[in-house]
């Protein structure tokens, strides 16, 4: 039985009952990243690291003593996340010699809850593109269709889960980092609640940096909704600096079956409009909910997509000047000084909020709270209990890694598109620092991965995974993502 074609939760079964070793398990999928350099997603593998610490949970569990959740199982954890003794680049030419001295926070937590790590997966430079490859690495494709994006900026960990190259990865969601190549890839991702997993030790910001972006989150990826629950046990909880005091206990799922949840349904919108595929999933999936007997609001909407966006690209381009060299952003300073006050051009958006005075950026932090209590609002009594929308506009797109940026576009029904309209649906759950995962749904005419977003309340965590799991076993997701 090749064990590295189950999910996370079988593969830890099978260590519990002694059908295989964490030895020979993390051997198997070592040796499936050599036998497969095509996928080209674990890019800075740990051999030596990963058989010593797949012998020491053997012996562990041989001396009784099976006391972590992931214990034995290995794990890739994108490049983004420093690993101490391990290289950690980013994908950045600047950081290819870059060997951290400390696990990021939520690394250490992996190897305390006995989590074998393979080694690291490919990201885009310093996470900025909806697309992975970089100089040093090259290319991560889509497993399904080579000439496809596997999306980014963790596109190297969603390939790898899809390829059987590891149940399990680590990455990070800033403006659907996760969330877009969990879809394109066919894989479940959670991008986790703001705030509940340490983000420190995260590139960008530069190594040694204590902060990150107000916006990053970390998360999962994996082959079914059970294993995001799982890693989420695992990666959630207060950072070293409050652990001293403070303890985190996410609720409960807020209902028990399928047909006891409220659930909005958000199809389409004049902002971004979906393709003829994707309208006619999630039609099925509303079709579906109600036929089992659920409470489907296909009409009230939380917020105006339109106006969210804004937001969310306004303080996320103001939270990214923190990177910049001094020289840089003076350079930018003075390029905002001398646009026009009536020049709309997106690069002009993208200065005016890189350079912002401060207290611009309180206006807009004061938006961003009254755009959360608007949420709540809608996820209040009465409401709903998670909002599924679209992942994306059309299922994974062409390769563009080779074409300069400003000449990127999608297509979404014949039509012409902005490149970075991927992942407008994706930001609608960032600047309201809710919890959102994709969930692998179908597959278009020509076989590729369709996914669903599934966005819940704020701290709803596992209502959102647990929504997911329901819908895999009603049939409207897929109970394990298949390639």
């Known amino acids: 039985m090749d064990l590295t074609h189950h999910s996370a939760g079988e593969q830890l079964h099978a260590l519990e009952r002694g059908e295989v070793s964490s030895r020979e398990l993390t051997t198997a999928h070592l040796e499936r990243i050599d036998r497969h350099p095509e996928y080209n997603a674990v890019v800075t593998p740990d051999r ?28 890739v954890v994108k490049d983004s996340l420093e690993t101490e003794g391990l290289r950690t680049t980013c994908g950045a030419t600047d950081l290819a010699g870059h060997i951290p001295a400390q696990d990021a926070d939520a690394v250490a937590r992996l190897r305390a809850a006995g989590a074998v790590i393979l080694g690291k997966t490919n990201t885009p430079p310093m996470c900025q593109d909806l697309q992975t490859g970089n100089p040093l690495f090259g290319t991560t494709p889509n497993p399904h269709d080579p000439q496809r994006t596997a999306g980014g900026s963790s596109g190297g960990a969603a390939a790898a889960v899809a390829a059987r190259l590891s149940p399990l990865g680590i990455g990070s969601d800033l403006a659907g980092s996760l969330r877009l190549p969990g879809h394109y890839c066919g894989v479940y991702t959670l991008r986790t609640s703001h705030g509940i997993v340490p983000t420190r030790g995260h590139i960008p910001r530069p190594p040694g940096w204590l902060s990150s972006s107000d916006m990053l989150t970390l998360g999962p990826l994996a082959r079914s909704a059970a294993d995001l629950d799982l890693a989420l046990g695992v990666l959630a909880g207060p950072s070293p600096d409050d652990g001293a005091a403070w303890r985190l206990e996410l609720p409960a799922p807020r209902r028990g079956r399928l047909h006891e949840y409220r659930i909005g349904v958000w199809a389409d919108s004049s902002y971004c409009p979906v393709d003829s595929e994707t309208r006619a999933l999630l039609e099925d999936v509303c079709k579906s909910l109600r036929s089992i007997g659920a409470h489907v609001d296909e009409t009230a909407r939380p917020v105006d997509m339109a106006a969210s966006d804004r937001l969310f690209q306004t303080l996320m381009f103001a939270g990214s000047s923190a990177g910049a060299s001094p020289e840089a952003f003076a350079g930018e300073a003075a390029a905002a000084r001398d646009l026009a006050a009536d020049d709309r051009r997106p690069n002009a958006a993208y200065l005016r909020a890189r350079t912002m005075p401060h207290r611009d950026w309180l206006l807009a932090n004061e938006e961003r709270q009254r755009l959360r209590r608007r949420w709540a609002a809608y996820f ?39 490149y970075w309209d991927q992942t407008s649906w994706l930001n609608l759950a960032g600047p309201a620092s809710l919890p959102a995962a994709t969930v692998p749904a179908g597959r278009t005419a020509d076989g590729l991965p369709m996914g669903l977003q599934i966005i819940g309340p704020y701290l709803a965590d596992r209502t959102v995974t647990h929504v997911a799991s329901l819908l895999a076993e009603a049939g409207c997701a897929l109970p394990e993502a298949q390639r």
């Open 380 to 418: 209040g009594d009465g409401g709903v209990d998670v909002l599924i929308t679209p992942a994306a506009p059309t299922a994974a797109v062409p390769n563009q890694t080779d074409v300069p940026v400003p000449e990127r576009y999608i297509t979404v029904d014949g039509e012409r598109r902005g």
């Open 48 to 75: 030596e690291g990963a058989l010593a610490a797949a012998a020491a949970a053997d012996e562990r569990r041989a001396g009784g003593r099976a006391d972590g959740p992931l214990l034995g199982l290995p794990v």
